[in-house]
Each structure stands twice: as C-alpha cells, then as structure tokens.
C-alpha cells in the first residue's frame, strides 16, 4: 500500500472540490487504494490476517477522518466565496417595481358577485358555445321571432353559436336542479357589433330566483336591485321603466340618476339625468313551459359589467378596454 502519509497528504492538498471529488474515488472508490488492499486479505494465512486488517482499519480511519474535515474545509471555503461574491448590499435603492393591478372590468365583475354571494346566491357557469335551444329557443324566442334582431348572432356552421347573453345559464340551471333557485351567472357574451360602446366580447351578470313556495313580486325585485345598484354607484335614484324581453312579463329597465351631472343632464347621459344600467322582469312562464317548472314564479335580471366599469371609472371609449394598453391599466393600480 502507499505510504499512509502520502496519501494523507494527497488529501490535504486537494484545492477545491473537484480535485478533492477525484481523491476521494482514487482511495475510498470500489477500485481504490483501499479496495485494493483489502482485496489482499483473502491471500493471507488466518493470523496474519488479523494483523493486517487491524492496521487496514486503522489506516482507513485516519485516512476518512482527515478526507472529512479537509473537504468540511472546502466546502466552507467554497460558500464564503460565493458570498462574498453574490453580496447584496440591502441598503441599495432598488426602485420602483411595476405593480400590477386587476383589469377594471374584473375588478367590477368581483365587486357585482361579492354582493350577490353575501345574499345567498349561486354562482352558476354555462358554455360560451350555445346552441339555439339555450340561448334562444327555451327563452321564449322562437324561431323568426323579430326580437332575436336585438342580438347580432356569430354562428358556427352546426347550429352551435356563440352566447349572446348569459340568460342561458338560467336555463341549465333550471334543468338541472329543482326550485327554489337564487343564482347568479356571471360571463363573457358575444355579439357582432364595435363601437365606441359595443365591443364584439363583453361581459355580463345574469341573476334568477325562482320560488315554489309563495310568490316573487315585482316589489321584491324592485327592492333588491335598488339595494344593488346604490351599492354599486352610491347615493343615486333608482327608477324602472317598462321595457320588453321576451324571456320576462312585465319587463323593465333600471336606470340610475346620472353620476356625472347628479341628474341635471349631460353628454354622457345624453341630457336626460339618467343612466340605463340593466335588464329585468318577471319570468315569462313559457320559460318555466321549456324547463318543465310547474307552480313556480320567479324573477330575473341581467346587465353589462362593462357599462358598469365604464360608469364607475369614467372610461369614455368602451373598446379601450380591451386594447391592453399599458397606459391605460396603469390608471387602475
Ligand atoms: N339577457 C338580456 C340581455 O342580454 C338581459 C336580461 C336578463 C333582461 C334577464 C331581463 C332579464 O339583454
């Protein structure tokens, strides 16, 4: 075997981990130094034997004691440089990062579902492809019917097309579940128009109860959107105007008095005080005929998220919002 001092100092001398890794598999390895020597013990008679393998013992010991604190030492070695070299000096100023923010219409979107949630309601999602029997047909809007006019349909070739409204989702839900039934459904919707407010994608909130015991009444809706929309836009008036949609009898528009000109008349609100903000009526019961719901009544609304976040944040141009323009986004942090 080597001399013992020499291979001690083979270790001692080892400058970094690589050279010390090598060293370790020259003596320690399973063809090392030490393997080697060991593999002689088979060769020798029973007392030498003994003999020998106390002295390969001890030496191995020595050998394995020294290789550890001197790689120890490396190791420690290596660390210190490495910190002395990735050093952070934290009293350095750093700048400004870039915070993002939530996009105005989730951020509406949220604040419109965390006030429904905390009255109890569902939150209910649907397919944005459709066919015509959930997003027309079971609404009360036959085939021809002139007010399917209303709503500029993309279609795909097999009658399958993209949702115009969330109303859909009302549908599902009352086949798929018994009444009662107090659910909101908030998405994206599509319809084929661009303007300054109309953008082909926007977003909607869609709200049904349904009750088989007792009745819903128009007062009852009355009141809830009023609480909604003075949550929403503070302290404004609320009015209801009749209106028509085929899927509720009687039907109304909710308007709010302008919160830009408190109601005297502006641009904005094209000079009447007031701002149409959503959708709503007592469910028509050809509606409750296409879900097979008998003895039920119900009530139902529905409006746009980003007439709202247009509203909240006196954003001018409807499309600006989907332009992912920095400079805009930034207004939001
Ligand atoms: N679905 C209607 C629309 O998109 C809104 C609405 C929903 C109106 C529910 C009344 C009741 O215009």
């Known amino acids: 075997m080597e001399d013992l001092d020499i291979l001690e100092k083979k270790i001692l001398s080892c400058k970094n981990i690589e050279e010390i890794e090598k060293i370790r598999i020259d003596i320690f390895g399973k063809k090392g130094v030490l393997a080697g020597e060991f593999i002689k013990l088979a060769t020798l008679s029973a007392e030498e034997k003994k003999d020998f393998a106390q002295g390969l013992n001890t030496a191995k010991e020595r050998l394995q004691t020294s290789f550890d604190s001197h790689y120890a030492n490396l190791k420690k070695a290596l660390l210190e440089e490495k910190l002395k070299s990735e050093k952070i000096d934290m009293s350095l100023y750093g700048g400004v990062s870039n915070k993002g923010a939530l996009h105005?219409?989730?951020e509406t979107m949220d604040k419109i579902i965390e006030y429904f949630v905390a009255l109890n309601f569902s939150v209910e999602n649907g397919p944005m492809v459709e066919d015509d029997f959930?997003?027309?047909?079971a609404l009360n809007l036959p085939k021809h019917?002139?007010?399917r006019d209303m709503q500029d349909t993309f279609y795909?070739?097999?009658s399958k097309l993209l949702r115009t409204h969330?109303?859909?989702v009302q549908?599902?839900?009352?086949?798929?579940?018994?009444p009662p039934i107090r659910m909101i459904a908030p998405g994206s919707v599509f319809r084929r128009d661009y303007d300054?407010?109309?953008?082909?994608m926007f977003h909607q909130v869609e709200g049904l109860v349904v009750e088989d015991k007792g009745e819903v009444s128009f007062a009852n809706l009355k009141s809830i959107l009023t609480d909604f929309l003075q949550h929403m836009f503070g302290s404004v008036e609320v009015r209801f105007r009749p209106s028509f949609f085929p899927f509720t009898e009687p039907s109304a528009e909710a308007d709010i008095s302008c919160i830009f000109c408190g109601g005297d008349g502006c641009r904005v609100c094209s000079h009447t005080g007031w701002l149409e903000v959503l959708g709503c009526g007592i469910v028509d019961p050809n509606v409750f005929k296409a879900v097979e719901y008998?003895?039920?009544?119900g009530y139902a609304f529905g409006l746009g998220v980003e007439r709202f976040a247009m509203l909240l944040h006196k954003i001018p141009d409807l499309r600006s919002l989907f332009e992912g323009d920095i400079r805009l986004l930034e207004q939001f942090r």
């Open 104 to 106: 105005p219409v989730a």
């Open 134 to 137: 959930h997003n027309f047909e």
């Open 145 to 147: 019917h002139p007010a």
């Open 156 to 158: 795909f070739g097999d």
């Open 166 to 168: 969330t109303s859909p």
């Open 171 to 178: 549908i599902r839900k009352m086949l798929s579940s018994k």
């Open 196 to 200: 300054l407010t109309h953008t082909p």
């Open 294 to 297: 008998e003895n039920v009544s």
